[in-house]
């Protein structure tokens, strides 16, 4: 949300709650950079998804489980024209997405940059790394290039695959090797 809204899109944050869309709405999304300098404050608008109006792209990113009500809580974001993409880790997104929105309409990306929540609205950076982007159905291939574009112009690595599944069970292989060594290891995975 930070890189879109410093490349000048406009960005709406959705929050779980009134109350956390207005602690967000006033007090800001901050992001520290890799090298431990402290980001600036960023004013991004943020709602709990009562009052808003279609969106170009919806961008969901929530753990897995949280997805079904991820989408439900962004419906009133979700026109006829916007494109959903699961910016997301693990199996299974793209098809909860797909029982409420056309698959053509459907990106699935993962992204090898990384940061870590330090507290609501503050954030980070822990690492950069590719984000590759992939359409649902293969009607979607005008859907992911524009994904991709709207991602590099916002200064990430963003390529364009073919193959959804390949995009998503990559990460998860990955993910599965990781986590357990950081879990077991008791350090973070950026360590790794």
């Known amino acids: ?82 494109i959903v993409v699961s910016l997301q880790n693990g199996i299974g997104n793209a098809e909860r997405l797909a029982e409420n929105i056309p698959a053509e309409r459907i990106v699935c990306a993962v992204t090898g940059s990384g940061g870590v929540r330090l507290q609501p609205g503050h954030v980070r950076h822990a690492g950069d790394g590719p984000t590759y982007v992939a359409p649902w159905a293969p009607a979607g291939r005008a859907a992911a290039a524009q994904v991709a574009t ?16 390949s995009v998503i069970w990559s990460k998860a292989v990955l993910n599965a090797g990781i986590n357990p060594v950081t879990a077991l290891g008791g350090f973070p995975n950026g360590a790794i």
């Open 1 to 82: 949300a930070s890189r879109l809204f410093r490349a000048h899109h406009d960005v709406l944050l959705v929050a779980r709650s009134p109350e956390a869309a207005g602690r967000l709405s006033r007090e800001g999304v901050r992001v520290d950079e890799i090298d431990g300098r402290a980001g600036a404050r960023l004013r991004i608008p943020a709602t709990d998804g009562s009052h808003a109006l279609p969106m170009e792209l919806v961008l969901i990113c929530v753990k897995a489980f949280d997805t079904s009500t991820a989408v439900r809580q962004a419906a009133g974001l979700v026109g006829t024209e916007t």
């Open 150 to 165: 709207v991602l590099a112009d916002a200064g990430m690595e963003a390529r364009v695959a073919a193959n959804p599944q």
